[in-house]
């Protein structure tokens, strides 16, 4: 089955010092992962996804995310931190063989990120 | 264009009313979701529709009745809805069900039942 396991239920960083989320993964076949972003009462943003092409995936906002398979982690990253990145960020890995016959998303437990001036 | 759109925003209802959540999305999608998020959790999956029918019930209890109109549409019918059911209901849409495409989500919904 697969799983995955956000290591960090809080980080707080600068305002312009950059951000690390760290992400691990269980999978037992090439896996699709994502990255969302919930800010305070709204819904989920998709910030980018990767789906076995280049590790090295780019997203909105500044945000990147490398897959590196011999280390089973997909660790978001962005350079200089915002005050608008203060949010929840959920790492996601996808279930095509999930029972029911769908591709169910699996969801880490979140990370709060808080941006201090 | 990748919006979902929910209304209401937010909703309070007591354990005796009857009301109804709205989702729509204009991408095509053949795939739409209702989810349920309780607060500093993820979101919990309670229903899939492919196709325009229903795929998946997450084991939802019967006071929330799910249906699909059509292939844009998506609500979710409550009744007789217990104070613990007060969550933020997010709906979602993707490509389709069966392929590892991204979901797009809507803002959600916010209720409170008293």
């Not at chain 1, 016959?101 to 709060?112: E, S, V």
Request: net charge neutral; proline share 6%; charged share 15%.
């Amino acid at each position: 089955a697969q799983s995955v396991t956000q290591l960090d239920s809080h980080v707080s960083v600068s305002e312009g010092t950059p951000v690390l989320l760290r992400c691990n993964y269980s999978s037992s076949y090439s896996p699709s992962l994502f990255w969302y972003v919930q800010h305070p009462n709204k819904g989920l943003q998709l910030l980018l996804k990767y789906t076995s092409a280049a590790t090295l995936v780019k997203g909105i906002n500044g945000f990147e995310a490398e897959f590196k398979k011999s280390e089973t982690s997909f660790h978001l990253t962005k350079p200089s931190a915002h005050m608008s990145d203060a949010a929840e960020y959920f790492c996601v890995v996808s279930d095509p063989f999930s029972s029911g016959g769908y591709n169910k998303l699996i969801f880490g437990a979140g990370t709060r990120l808080a941006v201090h001036p | 264009d990748t919006e979902v759109t929910q209304t209401p925003k937010h909703l309070v209802m007591g354990m005796t009313n009857k009301k109804s959540l709205k989702c729509e999305q204009h991408m095509g999608h053949r795939a739409m979701y209702w989810y349920k998020q309780k607060a500093k959790k993820p979101p919990e999956l309670m229903f899939v529709y492919s196709y325009e029918k229903l795929s998946i019930n997450e084991s939802v209890p019967s006071r929330f009745s799910p249906e699909c109109p059509n292939s844009s549409l998506l609500n979710l019918h409550l009744h007789a809805l217990q104070p613990e059911d007060s969550a933020l209901y997010l709906c979602a849409s993707s490509q389709d069900a069966q392929n590892s495409y991204e979901q797009y989500f809507g803002p959600g919904t916010r209720l409170t039942v008293t």
